[in-house]
């Protein structure tokens, strides 16, 4: 009331609301969301108080996760109430008495409502929990969100990145990514930040976005976007950057620090006077929970953030003429733009507006100098009636891409079934913009047009080869082709061809989406297609189509020209080519491909990736005759772990005793595949629970997820073994109480220093089987990197009762085949003729005609009791690595030690990829000339160790070294022992960063200059030793020198270089063995 700015009162407007969660005000009340409504309360008087009852406009909101129900609202520029809505909430959306069939359905989206004609359409698909949706001085609409990349351009019609599920249209095939060239949280640099960072920028969820147009800020924030960091506790700022069609959001300086746990941020606002509004749910619980009564309701606030001596100003636009809110379009302050637009809006829907308005703002729209007013006058324009069709000629020609872009989308909206006669000349006009702005508005135009006006705008569009690398583009043009695939095969089959040398993306997915059509027509139209060409790039791309779409069928009916384009394919001298067509000829049940595979899975000679893809092939038609043959692979190396895994498909008695007899020498890798296959089948977990209980497979193998699977088989002696050796699982809510009761109480009392490595390797043995932290591990659950990790309690609950609060997309799928096979996991994918379910270890797809029984079962697909088989030191290591703000090593222990290297790539493993990569199963390190040493850093960090390998220093020419119980430093050097190599260098021993040389006596003579060398490694308590072609070099009692540390490989500074390893092999070794 004295316009100190400071709320002088309080007034209750509306209250016994459920779950309200989105407001905004206009057209003479307020817009509520209140799941499971929309509503809208009116106040035509501007009293503050309600002229009359709630008036539900929607209903069928959804409130399974309550944080992630209806959002969030904005007036948008074009007249439309914009909000968001959260992944995990599944709603069906109409106006009250809409029929089950005709509700929209909606989980992660922006959705939009239109005030006067009361639509509600989706607008864009996608993302993970939106909290927040702005729009640019152009109009652009961005979004933030949670746990996934954190920033999007929301584009009308677009489909984004989801965190989990999938889009409702299962031809989608791909999503558009972030615009963020950053993320707010730690990733596997752990030099880049902490989870406290500025320059991080403190956790993955993210709450409300501002993109500042207020004008009273200094220039450099103006067009940034704010948003909350709630683990942060912080505003985060990103910088946005137009970059072809789209943007580029890099991490500006974070803006606002309330180092105070309970902070929630909401949502921020610009007002009058340019300084901004901060609406702070206050409450320290900052996740979801079931318990209604677990969240503070009493200590919200509202802030404000002002720069300098702004004094508040007193606005009545309601009191002003027609002419004067046209004129405030011009403002530099947006708040004034968006609201006087709104005003015109209403005054033009109750009839009351001055028609002399409508003249000024065509004035403004086609010859205003400043091309954002131009676009402003173009959206007050459209709010006020439409922009004049005789005006868009005109605009159409303007210089400003976003005039075009604007007049393309807002010309198209409303009028969608009249456009008709104007599709050639939206075509031609289409063939002749330069500007991927533009081009990118007509792409999503085209999906309100009727599918038969899209086909010559596409074929224009797609002409655009620049369009292939652009973020946007060619998948735009996909969401708009992809339903013409129903409507004309042979037209969409040629409008796919076309874009071959343009746009790649489109020939693939096109080819892949008639493939899917359930008519023999398609699979015709293909085959002709592959019979006709001569180009065996698209050859190999029809087959791969194909057979992507036909996966999960058994065997599916050839069309009657397969034959003759079977031949010529497989007469081609391209090897790939020829492979991939008789795997679609198994498909097509073709015998003598079927032989043909059978021949090359157990082909020695053959190269080992051929001969994992033919067995991808038989195990994909579930070949009668491959047992056996899956049996007698278990010997072979080279695909002894694909082996392992396609005998879950088959029940046979030789299958357990067979695996079984070969576990002790399995890698890890594929000693959890042989648990994953034995635990598929009720007989095969019988054999496993005996071996287990007899002491041939250690309990600690049998991790809690296995455990669980075994349960699924809801069988007697199952569950009696699992009893003897594994103990009870724990599943009452008192039994899980009790237990965080008691880790509590560990982590406060615990029986030795938390030891961070050790606590990485239980994550990799257990988490990373689902979970990224720090960039490294499975995507099936949540990344943990920015979570709110370093809560404790968070992180019991989390882990002893994952079922407490579950969103359905990670819910556990059961699945029981026909012939007993029981399959669990997360539903990825479905289709009429399979579903895809992922595994903790592979994406099983089922066709439905082998399903017998599936269940989606009320728990989560994370186990419980998966702390059951640690011991203590084990379990508080693990939680104070999950709450660590930078990634240690892990600790080399019997069961990680063949993480050292894989032989096929370097994970595991940091380094300059410029300089190291991996060749027939070798490390290579290849230099240009180096002025700094270079290092290649395994994530192994050991204590006593033994280590063999062999190296070749080509023309034996230059220094290299093998760095053991070493650290990395922040300048990309290393510090500790190095096993020397080069010439003068051989067999010495040398403590980089540090001591400098240990041990002088070279071991040279033992060398086979430029050849491959065996060198040897042993490091017990303070003895060092090593080793060259079997020659003792060093033997080293060092009590000064690091009892542990990671491995690393280096190529030394100096002139250009090449050196290669080969044969890795780590043997951690206990007191038991040769320690002194």
């Known amino acids: 009331a004295n316009n100190d700015g400071r709320f002088d009162t309080r007034k209750v407007f509306a209250e016994k609301l459920n779950l309200v969660s989105g407001l905004e005000v206009g057209f003479g009340g307020v817009w509520v969301g209140a799941a499971p409504y929309f509503m809208f309360i009116p106040d035509r008087d501007g009293d503050d108080q309600p002229d009359g009852p709630p008036q539900i406009l929607l209903d069928g909101w959804a409130w399974q996760d309550t944080h992630e129900t209806l959002n969030t609202f904005i007036w948008g520029p074009d007249g439309w109430l914009y909000g968001c809505h959260g992944v995990f909430t599944h709603s069906r959306v109409g106006k009250p008495g809409t029929p089950e069939s005709e509700r929209v359905p909606l989980n992660a989206a922006i959705w939009r409502y239109h005030p006067t004609r009361h639509e509600f359409e989706i607008f864009a698909e996608g993302t993970s929990n939106p909290w927040g949706v702005d729009f640019d001085d152009y109009g652009n609409a961005f979004s933030t969100a949670c746990v996934i990349p954190h920033l999007y351009h929301i584009i009308p019609g677009a489909r984004y990145q989801r965190q989990a599920g999938s889009h409702f249209n299962r031809f989608t095939y791909h999503d558009i990514q972030t615009i963020a060239d950053h993320r707010h949280y730690l990733g596997d640099n752990p030099h880049g930040g902490n989870g406290n960072s500025g320059d991080a920028g403190g956790g993955h969820a993210h709450a409300g976005a501002m993109i500042y147009l207020g004008g009273a800020w200094p220039d450099e924030y103006r067009g940034r976007i704010f948003m909350n960091n709630i683990h942060g506790q912080r505003l985060n700022t990103d910088v946005l950057q137009p970059k072809g069609s789209g943007f580029v959001g890099s991490h500006g300086p974070d803006f606002l620090l309330t180092g105070d746990l309970a902070s929630q941020i909401l949502n921020i606002r610009y007002g009058p006077d340019g300084n901004a509004f901060v609406i702070d749910w206050y409450d320290t619980n900052a996740c979801h929970h079931n318990n209604i009564e677990g969240h503070d309701r009493s200590n919200g606030r509202i802030y404000k953030v002002v720069y300098g001596d702004a004094k508040p100003r007193a606005v009545n636009l309601a009191g002003k003429s027609d002419a004067a809110l046209a004129e405030l379009i011009l403002e530099k302050n947006d708040w004034y733009v968006r609201h006087s637009r709104r005003l015109l809006q209403e005054r033009f829907a109750a009839g009351k507006l001055d028609a002399k308005v409508r003249n000024y703002l065509i004035n403004t729209a086609v010859n205003h100098q400043d091309d954002s007013r131009r676009v402003r006058a173009l959206w007050a324009l459209h709010v006020t009636g439409g922009v004049p069709g005789e005006q868009v000629p005109v605009l159409l020609e303007d210089e400003s891409e976003h005039v075009r872009a604007w007049t393309v989308r807002l010309a198209v909206e409303g009028?969608?079934?009249?456009?008709?006669?104007?599709?050639?000349?939206?075509?031609?006009?289409?063939?002749?913009?330069?500007?991927?702005?533009?081009?990118?508005?007509?792409?999503?135009?085209?999906?309100?047009?009727?599918?038969?006006?899209?086909?010559?705008?596409?074929?224009?569009?797609?002409?655009?080869?620049?369009?292939?690398?652009?973020?946007?583009?060619?998948?735009?043009?996909?969401?708009?082709?992809?339903?013409?695939?129903?409507?004309?095969?042979?037209?969409?089959?040629?409008?796919?061809?076309?874009?071959?040398?343009?746009?790649?993306?489109?020939?693939?997915?096109?080819?892949?989406?008639?493939?899917?059509?359930?008519?023999?027509?398609?699979?015709?139209?293909?085959?002709?297609?592959?019979?006709?060409?001569?180009?065996?790039?698209?050859?190999?791309?029809?087959?791969?189509?194909?057979?992507?779409?036909?996966?999960?069928?058994?065997?599916?009916?050839?069309?009657?020209?397969?034959?003759?384009?079977?031949?010529?394919?497989k007469a081609s001298e391209h090897g790939e080519l020829r492979r991939e067509a008789i795997a679609l000829g198994v498909t097509f049940g073709d015998e003598a491909a079927l032989d043909s595979l059978r021949q090359t899975v157990e082909s020695a000679e053959a190269e080992p990736q051929a001969r994992r893809q033919a067995l991808d092939a038989l195990l994909r038609v579930k070949d009668p005759q491959l047992a056996p043959v899956l049996v007698r692979l278990l010997g072979d190396p080279a695909i002894r772990h694909a082996a392992l895994g396609g005998l879950a498909l088959y029940d046979d008695a030789a299958v357990p005793p067979a695996i079984l007899q070969r576990y002790g020498s399995l890698s890890a890798d594929e000693k959890r595949a042989a648990i994953a296959t034995l635990c598929s089948r009720a007989s095969y977990g019988i054999a496993l629970l005996n071996a287990v209980a007899a002491g041939h497979v250690p309990t600690g193998d049998l991790t809690a997820d296995m455990v669980r699977q075994l349960q699924n088989h809801k069988h007697a002696e199952i569950d009696r073994l699992l009893a003897e050796t594994w103990g009870q699982v724990r599943s009452t809510p008192e039994d899980k109480a009790q237990l965080i009761g008691q880790l509590r109480q560990l982590m406060n009392e615990p029986p030795g220093e938390p030891d961070l490595a050790l606590g990485r390797a239980v994550y990799v043995k257990t988490c990373q089987q689902c979970h990224t932290l720090y960039n490294v591990g499975a995507s099936i659950g949540p990344d943990l990197t920015g979570s709110n990790r370093a809560d404790l309690e968070y992180l019991l609950s989390n882990i002893v009762d994952p079922s407490s609060v579950i969103a359905k997309d990670y819910q556990?799928?059961?699945?029981?085949?026909?012939?007993?096979?029981?399959?669990?996991?997360?539903?990825?994918?479905?289709?009429?003729?399979?579903?895809?379910?992922?595994?903790?270890?592979?994406?099983?797809?089922?066709?439905?005609?082998?399903?017998?029984?599936?269940?989606?079962?009320?728990?989560?697909?994370?186990?419980?009791?998966?702390?059951?088989?640690?011991?203590?030191?084990?379990?508080?290591?693990?939680?104070?690595?999950?709450?660590?703000?930078?990634q240690p090593p892990i600790l080399a222990t019997k069961e990680n030690q063949e993480l050292l290297f894989n032989g096929k790539d370097l994970t595991g493993w940091k380094g300059d990829a410029a300089l190291w990569s991996v060749e027939n199963g070798e490390i290579v390190g290849r230099s240009p000339g180096l002025e700094k040493n270079a290092f290649l850093f395994s994530d192994l960090a050991a204590e006593d160790?033994?280590?063999?390998?062999?190296?070749?220093?080509?023309?034996?020419?230059?220094?290299?070294?093998?760095?053991?119980?070493?650290?990395?430093?922040?300048?990309?050097?290393?510090?500790?022992?190095?096993?020397?190599?080069?010439?003068?260098?051989?067999?010495?021993?040398?403590?980089?960063?540090?001591?400098?040389?240990?041990?002088?006596?070279?071991?040279?003579?033992?060398?086979?200059?430029?050849?491959?060398?065996?060198?040897?490694?042993?490091?017990?308590?303070?003895?060092?030793?090593?080793?060259?072609?079997?020659?003792?070099?060093?033997?080293?009692?060092?009590?000064?020198?690091?009892?542990?540390?990671?491995?690393?490989l280096q190529i030394h500074s100096g002139p250009p270089m090449e050196v290669r390893f080969r044969n890795l092999k780590l043997q951690v070794l206990g007191p038991e063995e040769g320690r002194p």
């Open 812 to 886: 556990q799928t059961v699945v029981l085949t026909g012939d007993g096979r029981v399959v669990s996991g997360i539903l990825k994918s479905e289709d009429e003729k399979s579903l895809a379910i992922q595994t903790t270890t592979d994406l099983a797809t089922i066709p439905k005609a082998e399903i017998e029984e599936r269940q989606l079962s009320d728990v989560s697909m994370m186990p419980d009791d998966q702390l059951k088989q640690f011991t203590p030191l084990q379990i508080v290591s693990l939680l104070a690595y999950l709450q660590a703000k930078e």
């Open 945 to 1048: 160790f033994e280590l063999t390998f062999e190296i070749k220093l080509a023309n034996d020419q230059g220094n290299s070294g093998v760095q053991f119980r070493s650290e990395p430093l922040e300048d990309g050097e290393a510090r500790g022992y190095q096993a020397d190599v080069g010439p003068d260098w051989w067999g010495k021993l040398y403590e980089e960063s540090a001591r400098g040389l240990l041990w002088d006596k070279s071991g040279e003579e033992h060398v086979r200059k430029g050849e491959w060398n065996q060198y040897k490694i042993r490091a017990v308590g303070s003895r060092i030793q090593t080793w060259i072609n079997g020659k003792p070099c060093v033997d080293l009692d060092d009590p000064q020198g690091r009892r542990r540390g990671v491995f690393a």
């Open 415 to 569: 009028r969608e079934t009249q456009l008709s006669p104007y599709v050639d000349a939206l075509a031609q006009f289409a063939r002749e913009e330069k500007s991927p702005v533009v081009r990118l508005a007509i792409a999503s135009a085209l999906q309100r047009l009727p599918l038969a006006d899209r086909w010559p705008v596409l074929e224009a569009l797609t002409r655009h080869a620049q369009d292939a690398e652009d973020h946007n583009l060619p998948l735009m043009y996909w969401y708009a082709a992809e339903p013409l695939a129903e409507v004309d095969v042979e037209r969409a089959l040629r409008l796919g061809l076309s874009c071959g040398k343009t746009i790649p993306l489109i020939r693939t997915y096109m080819i892949r989406r008639i493939a899917s059509i359930d008519a023999p027509s398609a699979l015709f139209a293909l085959v002709a297609r592959l019979g006709d060409s001569n180009d065996a790039a698209e050859q190999l791309e029809i087959i791969a189509g194909m057979r992507q779409s036909l996966q999960g069928q058994r065997r599916v009916t050839p069309p009657e020209n397969w034959p003759a384009a079977f031949a010529k394919v």
